[in-house]
């Protein structure tokens, strides 16, 4: 994957900063683009995937393969699943290198760097997010949309599970601290939902899809 590639929306970053409605100054936007050049230059995106059989053994509990998860959230989002797919991915440390560096020099520029790093991350999960749901199709599965440790009630602690799971050390260099953040900074861990029955879900989940009001699934 290269990180030149990876397609950026300069609004996210920019909603990133709390521009909201005023756009920035010609001189931001242009501090803006540098920065995000930099750190697609300084990044190394990596990432692994991994598909599980899916299981609801009780109300509120799933079985991915030998991972067993107690959420409420995410047992509504995967109703009537039989699969999901767990990913791991990363910009790698390149970023964390450039922010700590700017933070000596330019505190606007390390700010600039965390929402250009956050935007780029987003962008390479949209990317294996994209490649799940064609490798599931080939299956004859349709995805859910992806959901993190942290959000909800889905604990953070099932990181240990995704590392035990995808091996991210080995296969894309992401390691768990002590108290469970992922280093680099800007990685994400997801599980994705794949089932038997097409719903129409969106990349972007259930928060700005149109068919959240009467859909039994978002969460
Ligand atoms: S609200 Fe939309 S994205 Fe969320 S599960 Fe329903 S169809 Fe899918």
Sequence with gaps: MDAMALPVDVREIYRYLGYRGNPPTAEVAERVDS???????ASTPAATHRFLPLASPEENVLLAGEIKIHSKNLYKNMKGCSACCLFAATIGIGCDRLIRRA???SMA???????AGAALIESLCDEINRQVIEEAKAK????????SPGYGDFSIQHQKDFEQVLQM???CGIHLTDSL????????TAIIGLS??????ILQGCETCDHAPNCAFRR
């Excluded at 920065?35 to 230059?41: A, D, G, S």
């Excluded at 953040?181 to 994400?188: D, G």
């Excluded at 038997?196 to 879900?201: I, Q």
Aim: charge should be positive; glycine fraction near 2%; hydrophobic fraction near 45%.
């Design 103 to 105: 933070q000596l020099t």
């Design 196 to 201: 038997a029955t097409d719903t129409p879900c």
């Design 35 to 41: 920065c995000l050049l930099q750190l697609r230059k």
């Design 169 to 171: 050390a080995k296969n």
């Design 140 to 147: 004859g599965l349709f995805a859910r949309p992806r959901f």
């Design 109 to 115: 520029d390390a700010a600039i760097l965390q929402a």
């Design 181 to 188: 953040l992922m280093m680099p900074s800007k990685s994400v």
